[in-house]
């Protein structure tokens, strides 16, 4: 079973996470900027971040047998803080990396004018860079906040086939079933989508345009949460093909559409700390 995280935050987690993500099929992550829990106070701490999920994180992946990628973006959460509106202006030069596989993630947190007009600005320079964008919604009043989302993703005149809005449940996959979107889903331990209720959409809405993910970050979750999915549909009776498709052909053909996936030969890691580049064998 080949399997590919869509959306994960290496950064917080250990090599046995990734050791152990080897070991159940995880093949490629797509790693999006985020909130690191403590406040960043000025743009340089993005940039070293950005630098990091560029540079360090597909190095350390590389290493368990991983491909990794990732999605850069200024968060919905620290687009409020007036200190990190710089980024916007940085990520242009960001955005043409190899490795930057789509802007992410970006929308909605608390809702705010703030977070409106940075998600605005991130959807039009996915449209000039021909990248696509993960779009995050928020966890507090999601239906009307995935409603809003899904506005703004309208009028920013953007292909709904390259936008993938995150962290859906039962009460918003409908819309986005609708709007052509594709459709993410974060299996977490105790809070949003477990395995089970995930394997009970899938039969009901089918695998079209729906991506799996773990989500895995600094707060309680579990990076081996795919895997859990994938064996869920197995015992649920879907096919082999069907767990391919949702856990692998899926998020390759979304993110397929930046032109820089690379999972067939041994993509370009490098540089690693020493500023060296390393080839993946
Ligand atoms: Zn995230």
Redesign the pocket.
């Known amino acids: 079973m080949r399997i590919f995280d869509p ?1 994960i ?1 290496m950064t917080s987690r250990t090599t046995d996470d990734y050791q152990r993500m080897h070991a159940a099929g995880v093949r490629a992550v797509v790693e ?1 900027a ?1 909130w690191l829990g403590q406040p960043r106070t000025n743009v340089g701490s993005f940039l070293d971040y950005f630098d990091a999920l560029l540079g360090w994180e597909p190095y350390r992946a590389a290493q368990y047998g991983i491909h990794h990628y990732c999605a850069l973006a200024l968060n919905p959460k620290e687009a409020n803080d007036p200190r990190c509106a710089g980024v916007l202006a940085e990520l242009p030069r960001y955005l043409l990396k190899d490795s930057v596989v789509a802007v992410g ?1 970006v929308g909605y947190d608390s809702m705010t004018a703030e977070e409106e007009r940075a998600f605005e600005a991130q959807l039009a320079l996915a449209r000039e860079n021909d990248l696509p964008v993960l779009v ?1 919604t928020p966890h507090r009043d999601k239906v009307a906040g995935t409603r809003r989302t899904l506005h703004v993703v309208r009028d920013a005149g953007i292909p709904p086939e390259r936008v993938l809005i995150d962290h859906l449940n039962e009460m918003t996959v409908g819309m986005v079933a609708d709007s052509g979107c594709w459709m993410g889903f974060s299996i977490y331990p105790d809070t949003k989508m477990d395995p089970d209720r995930m394997v009970a959409l899938l039969k009901e809405y089918g695998t079209d345009r729906m991506l799996v993910n773990s ?1 895995a ?1 600094w707060g309680r979750s579990d990076p081996l949460k795919t895997r859990e999915v994938a064996d869920g549909m197995l015992a649920a009776g879907f096919g082999e093909d069907d767990v391919d498709r949702v856990l692998w052909r899926n998020p390759v053909a979304f993110y397929g559409q930046s032109g820089r996936l690379d999972l067939e030969t041994g993509a370009q890691v490098g540089p690693d700390h020493a500023g060296n580049t390393i080839k993946r064998g």
Do not use: L, Y
């Open positions: 959306h935050h999006p985020f993630e995050h989500a970050d």
